[in-house]
């Protein structure tokens, strides 16, 4: 970990006030202008892509590009920068970068972009950063998601500054005092030269650090050198989510100016267009000032949220008809069904093929074949979808809860027909957001009512359009067929299933040894839009593969646990991971009549994670009493908020596996709210212990999601160890009525 | 014309008395630490007291509040701005992720520990179920009220 080889710039300025700066430029002749006034004021500025602000009285502000959705991040790259730059925790803030290209990563566009398609050898390397430097730049990639925040803008961007200014700190001081900057000490923001007696802080020397010529590839600490990475660190941000003083996009207050609230709704059935509205018993309603039907959706503006939300009621609309009214869930399930049938065993796209599966099957001691399902499912943040805006002479601004702020100014600035430079995003805090706020239909609608009205606005959905108009977890079916021989190892593995949401899912079960493998792909269409989901494929498909696995090891007569060990004598980090958690959850310990443990095993977002979930039968439904769960990330930046993760993705892998399902009739979602679309709450939280495994002290895995794919395959496992029942579709809740 | 006091202050209020407490806080007075999340009192982020007792302000009316009490979360500290012992038990146990419903989680924490100051496991169940946390910090949230208690 202390070299880097990435190319990147890296550079330097100085502010007003004689502040250093420091960033990554990715994009060398990077138009710098623009960032004046955003991160800091004044003339003389040389603002790169800013990372890092050391001012003179001593205020270190790392300055995150990444949304705060509760994941921790702001935390994780601001502690990484601060070990890097040896400066004092406690003189550590953090600020929200400001919505503009120049903070594009193009790690993070690489990650999401060559997971796709692309397969590039090394040597392809230099143009290939350039190569991603435009594509991020067209596709505005400023993403917070696919858990990779800590390991593409901590790792490539945070460290790298912060080791950088910490040598122009040194470099500053050695001219200053006319010693070697070897035998400089830098320690809590302080410089000390030990044999002349001198010392002064970061901030005594910013100024002069600035005119330091910048180290292109300063070394970065290893492992042994950490002193704030790596420790559980209390999240800064948290303060002031227990006092309400925390702002969300739903708080957005523009100074000086009054909002009126607009209330929304879309049609029912996606694709369907507003035909025509009655707006009769509406419009004289208290507080209404305007109903607009805006051909997609519907909207009322009124002087306060409830009462644009009561109008709203009232207004009748028209829909046009769709081909996507005939659908509900039953004739989905067919049309998927039919894309199967049609694949058979070796049609579709081939995802992967290995041996001969075919013949292996043929010729197995023991076959066994079993299809799962699983629905659609919704986000239902917290917080529901919103978005503040104002459009006026010519150009727009919005306040909002975003994971892709470049991506909503690129969607506004279009649907408003303006430049985007046109176009302002202001983020704040994203309560909860699990992939919902990777869309940005919400930013479009505030700023095309905006734009209608010429006032500021808030738009917020009510929690019913939040369930009705998300971008799902598509709903699914995966057939397997597996073939043993006598001894009940694993020799053939067939796989095919209908959708595709990701580019690396959890389908791929090469960590195990099965030698004929071949796993296909069938798509189904479908008019309801999907999105990605906490997890995204690995949400789906973690419970397919080790749900199979498992049926498998049953198959054999053999211990699930074991079974799986075996299957791992070419993947020891897997093997290490499943075998931590038996032993935390103390597997093949007797258990109550009415009790089981299950276990599960997948790697998603580069992180390894094992659970184990016991269940106990209670009034002749599953209770899930207690999951253990331990993770492999390589090394784990932050171990407490790493553990609040894994605990989040559980919970999450709960409420999805137990609950969650989308239905459709006549094109439209059933479900509206938390009545009907419910939610694991207190009484069924189970307890849950985490530990992880810093394997190799080096790769960096993400957090955010990989606690989540394996919990409803681990619950399902241990309802069939407790009741021997095989659940084969989710949500659970259904088979226990 | 409403008359009620919030955090102590008194407002007159010139609103439809219909309105729910939720927006009268939230538009009519700025204060958003209460928060809008399901509209049907099914998911607590709204919950604040009024006279003391947990309610869910998106369904409360304004009229019901004429002449009583209401407290949100930005009346838990004190006058001096230390933080009430859940709040600070919140903070210790790093129990919010995205802590948009942590300002109702708390206000149904306050009132349990004041009826029944060592709750058991069952009572917190009881008590606090009525609050969804999307990110599931059920178990710190349940440890952060045992360390206040």
Redesign the interface.
């Given at each position: 970990m202390n070299t880097w080889s990435r190319r990147g710039f890296i550079g330097a300025g100085v502010l007003t006030g004689g502040a250093l700066v420091i960033g990554v430029a990715v994009r060398p002749g990077n138009p710098v202008e623009k960032l004046r006034g955003k991160v800091a004021t004044g003339d003389g500025e040389q603002l790169v892509n800013a990372w890092v602000k050391i001012d003179q009285n001593n205020a270190v502000t790392a300055i995150v590009p990444h949304c705060e959705?509760?994941?921790?991040a702001h935390t994780a790259l601001a502690q990484m920068l601060a070990d890097e730059l040896d400066a004092d925790w406690a003189k550590v803030s953090v600020m929200q970068a400001p919505a503009d290209g120049s903070y594009v990563v193009p790690d993070a566009a690489r990650e999401f972009v060559a997971a796709w398609s692309i397969d590039a050898p090394r040597w392809l390397e230099p143009t290939y950063n350039g190569l991603f430097t435009q594509i991020s730049k067209l596709g505005d990639v400023l993403v917070t998601g696919g858990s990779s925040s800590v390991r593409t803008t901590g790792q490539h961007s945070m460290r790298i500054a912060g080791a950088a200014a910490r040598q122009m700190l040194i470099a500053a001081a050695a001219a200053r005092w006319a010693v070697p900057a070897s035998e400089i000490v830098a320690e809590n923001s302080t410089l000390r030269h030990a044999a002349s007696n001198k010392r002064g802080t970061y901030g005594e020397f910013a100024e002069a650090a600035a005119r330091e010529p910048m180290p292109q590839t300063p070394p970065l600490k290893d492992v042994s050198q950490f002193k704030l990475m790596g420790k559980g660190l209390?999240?800064l941000?948290?303060?002031?989510?227990?006092?309400?003083?925390?702002?969300?996009g739903?708080?957005a207050?523009i100074p000086g100016q009054r909002l009126r609230?607009v209330a929304v709704k879309a049609p029912p059935v996606p694709g369907a267009k507003v035909e025509a509205i009655n707006s009769a018993a509406a419009k004289d309603m208290?507080?209404v000032l305007k109903i607009l039907n805006m051909g997609d959706f519907v909207a009322v503006v009124a002087e306060?949220?409830?009462?644009a939300?009561q109008a709203l009621t009232m207004v009748e609309p028209r829909y046009s008809r769709t081909e996507g009214d005939k659908v509900d869930s039953a004739t989905l399930s067919a049309r998927f069904a039919k894309a199967l049938d049609a694949a058979g065993s070796a049609g579709g796209a081939s995802l992967a093929d290995e041996g001969d599966f075919a013949n292996a099957f043929a010729k197995a001691s023991k076959k066994v074949t079993a299809e799962y399902k699983v629905p659609f499912v919704a986000h239902?943040?917290?917080?529901?979808i919103n978005c503040t805006a104002w459009v006026h002479d010519g150009k727009c601004e919005i306040w909002t809860s975003t994971q892709v702020p470049l991506m909503a100014r690129s969607a506004v600035a279009k649907a408003l027909d303006m430049s985007a430079d046109d176009v302002t995003v202001n983020q704040l805090?994203?309560?909860?957001?699990?992939g919902r706020r990777l869309e940005s239909d919400y930013p479009v609608q505030a700023a095309r009512v905006a734009k209608e009205i010429g006032y500021p606005i808030k738009m917020?959905w009510?929690?019913e359009e939040d369930i009705r108009q998300d971008f799902y977890r598509p709903a699914d079916i995966s057939r397997f067929s597996g073939g043993l021989d006598g001894k009940g190892t694993p020799v053939s593995w067939n796989n095919v299933f209908t959708q595709l949401n990701g580019p690396d899912g959890s389908w791929d079960v090469a960590h195990y040894d099965i030698p004929n493998r071949s796993i296909r792909h069938a798509e189904a269409d479908m008019h309801l839009r999907f999105g990605s989901l906490r997890a995204v494929d690995h949400s789906q498909q973690g419970f397919f593969v080790e749900s199979f696995i498992d049926e498998l090891a049953h198959a054999a007569g053999q211990d699930p646990f074991d079974y799986r060990r075996k299957l791992l004598s070419k993947s020891p980090r897997h093997k290490a991971v499943l075998e931590k958690v038996a032993k935390m959850a103390g597997w093949g310990t007797p258990l109550p009549e009415g009790s089981g443990r299950g276990i599960a095993l997948v790697k998603s977002f580069g992180t390894i994670v094992a659970e184990v979930a016991e269940v106990k039968m209670q009034d002749g439904r599953p209770k899930v009493v207690k999951v253990w769960c331990c993770a492999d990330a390589g090394y784990v930046m932050n171990p407490?908020?790493f553990a609040?993760q894994m605990?989040?993705?559980?919970?999450?892998g709960l409420t999805t596996a137990l609950y969650s399902g989308i239905t459709l009739k006549d094109g439209g979602v059933e479900q509206s709210?938390?009545?009907d679309y419910r939610?694991?709450?207190?009484?069924e939280?189970p307890?849950?212990a985490v530990e992880f495994i810093n394997a190799d002290g080096k790769t960096l895995g993400g957090a955010g999601e990989p606690g989540l794919p394996p919990l409803a395959p681990a619950v399902v496992n241990a309802i069939f160890a407790a009741t021997g029942k095989r659940i084969r579709e989710l949500p659970i809740a259904q088979h226990f009525t | 014309m409403i008359q009620t006091t919030v955090n102590g202050k008194l407002q007159k209020l010139d609103v439809?008395p219909a309105?729910?407490i939720l927006?009268v806080l939230r538009?009519q007075l700025?204060?958003?630490?209460?928060?809008?999340?399901?509209?049907?009192a099914?998911?607590g982020?709204c919950t604040a007291h009024l006279d003391g007792q947990p309610i869910r302000s998106c369904s409360t009316p304004i009229s019901e509040a004429d002449g009583r009490q209401i407290t949100?979360?930005?009346g838990?500290?004190d006058p001096e701005g230390k933080?009430h012992p859940l709040?600070q038990a919140?903070?210790d146990a790093?129990?919010?992720?995205?802590?948009?419903?942590?300002?109702g989680q708390?206000m149904s924490a306050v009132a349990l520990l004041r009826d029944s100051p060592n709750p058991s496991d069952a009572e917190?169940?009881?008590a606090?179920?009525?609050?969804?946390?999307?990110?599931?910090?059920?178990?710190?949230?349940?440890k952060a009220i045992k360390a206040a208690a």
């Amino acid at each position: 970990m202390n070299t880097w080889s990435r190319r990147g710039f890296i550079g330097a300025g100085v502010l007003t006030g004689g502040a250093l700066v420091i960033g990554v430029a990715v994009r060398p002749g990077n138009p710098v202008e623009k960032l004046r006034g955003k991160v800091a004021t004044g003339d003389g500025e040389q603002l790169v892509n800013a990372w890092v602000k050391i001012d003179q009285n001593n205020a270190v502000t790392a300055i995150v590009p990444h949304c705060e959705m509760g994941q921790g991040a702001h935390t994780a790259l601001a502690q990484m920068l601060a070990d890097e730059l040896d400066a004092d925790w406690a003189k550590v803030s953090v600020m929200q970068a400001p919505a503009d290209g120049s903070y594009v990563v193009p790690d993070a566009a690489r990650e999401f972009v060559a997971a796709w398609s692309i397969d590039a050898p090394r040597w392809l390397e230099p143009t290939y950063n350039g190569l991603f430097t435009q594509i991020s730049k067209l596709g505005d990639v400023l993403v917070t998601g696919g858990s990779s925040s800590v390991r593409t803008t901590g790792q490539h961007s945070m460290r790298i500054a912060g080791a950088a200014a910490r040598q122009m700190l040194i470099a500053a001081a050695a001219a200053r005092w006319a010693v070697p900057a070897s035998e400089i000490v830098a320690e809590n923001s302080t410089l000390r030269h030990a044999a002349s007696n001198k010392r002064g802080t970061y901030g005594e020397f910013a100024e002069a650090a600035a005119r330091e010529p910048m180290p292109q590839t300063p070394p970065l600490k290893d492992v042994s050198q950490f002193k704030l990475m790596g420790k559980g660190l209390q999240r800064l941000d948290i303060p002031a989510k227990v006092d309400g003083s925390a702002h969300f996009g739903i708080d957005a207050q523009i100074p000086g100016q009054r909002l009126r609230y607009v209330a929304v709704k879309a049609p029912p059935v996606p694709g369907a267009k507003v035909e025509a509205i009655n707006s009769a018993a509406a419009k004289d309603m208290p507080g209404v000032l305007k109903i607009l039907n805006m051909g997609d959706f519907v909207a009322v503006v009124a002087e306060g949220y409830w009462q644009a939300e009561q109008a709203l009621t009232m207004v009748e609309p028209r829909y046009s008809r769709t081909e996507g009214d005939k659908v509900d869930s039953a004739t989905l399930s067919a049309r998927f069904a039919k894309a199967l049938d049609a694949a058979g065993s070796a049609g579709g796209a081939s995802l992967a093929d290995e041996g001969d599966f075919a013949n292996a099957f043929a010729k197995a001691s023991k076959k066994v074949t079993a299809e799962y399902k699983v629905p659609f499912v919704a986000h239902a943040a917290m917080e529901p979808i919103n978005c503040t805006a104002w459009v006026h002479d010519g150009k727009c601004e919005i306040w909002t809860s975003t994971q892709v702020p470049l991506m909503a100014r690129s969607a506004v600035a279009k649907a408003l027909d303006m430049s985007a430079d046109d176009v302002t995003v202001n983020q704040l805090y994203l309560g909860g957001a699990f992939g919902r706020r990777l869309e940005s239909d919400y930013p479009v609608q505030a700023a095309r009512v905006a734009k209608e009205i010429g006032y500021p606005i808030k738009m917020i959905w009510s929690r019913e359009e939040d369930i009705r108009q998300d971008f799902y977890r598509p709903a699914d079916i995966s057939r397997f067929s597996g073939g043993l021989d006598g001894k009940g190892t694993p020799v053939s593995w067939n796989n095919v299933f209908t959708q595709l949401n990701g580019p690396d899912g959890s389908w791929d079960v090469a960590h195990y040894d099965i030698p004929n493998r071949s796993i296909r792909h069938a798509e189904a269409d479908m008019h309801l839009r999907f999105g990605s989901l906490r997890a995204v494929d690995h949400s789906q498909q973690g419970f397919f593969v080790e749900s199979f696995i498992d049926e498998l090891a049953h198959a054999a007569g053999q211990d699930p646990f074991d079974y799986r060990r075996k299957l791992l004598s070419k993947s020891p980090r897997h093997k290490a991971v499943l075998e931590k958690v038996a032993k935390m959850a103390g597997w093949g310990t007797p258990l109550p009549e009415g009790s089981g443990r299950g276990i599960a095993l997948v790697k998603s977002f580069g992180t390894i994670v094992a659970e184990v979930a016991e269940v106990k039968m209670q009034d002749g439904r599953p209770k899930v009493v207690k999951v253990w769960c331990c993770a492999d990330a390589g090394y784990v930046m932050n171990p407490d908020g790493f553990a609040a993760q894994m605990e989040g993705g559980i919970i999450y892998g709960l409420t999805t596996a137990l609950y969650s399902g989308i239905t459709l009739k006549d094109g439209g979602v059933e479900q509206s709210n938390f009545h009907d679309y419910r939610m694991v709450r207190m009484d069924e939280a189970p307890e849950i212990a985490v530990e992880f495994i810093n394997a190799d002290g080096k790769t960096l895995g993400g957090a955010g999601e990989p606690g989540l794919p394996p919990l409803a395959p681990a619950v399902v496992n241990a309802i069939f160890a407790a009741t021997g029942k095989r659940i084969r579709e989710l949500p659970i809740a259904q088979h226990f009525t | 014309m409403i008359q009620t006091t919030v955090n102590g202050k008194l407002q007159k209020l010139d609103v439809d008395p219909a309105t729910p407490i939720l927006w009268v806080l939230r538009e009519q007075l700025g204060m958003t630490g209460t928060k809008f999340g399901c509209g049907v009192a099914q998911c607590g982020a709204c919950t604040a007291h009024l006279d003391g007792q947990p309610i869910r302000s998106c369904s409360t009316p304004i009229s019901e509040a004429d002449g009583r009490q209401i407290t949100t979360i930005e009346g838990l500290a004190d006058p001096e701005g230390k933080l009430h012992p859940l709040q600070q038990a919140w903070i210790d146990a790093q129990v919010p992720q995205c802590g948009y419903c942590q300002s109702g989680q708390l206000m149904s924490a306050v009132a349990l520990l004041r009826d029944s100051p060592n709750p058991s496991d069952a009572e917190i169940d009881a008590a606090m179920s009525g609050n969804i946390c999307r990110c599931g910090a059920y178990g710190r949230i349940r440890k952060a009220i045992k360390a206040a208690a």
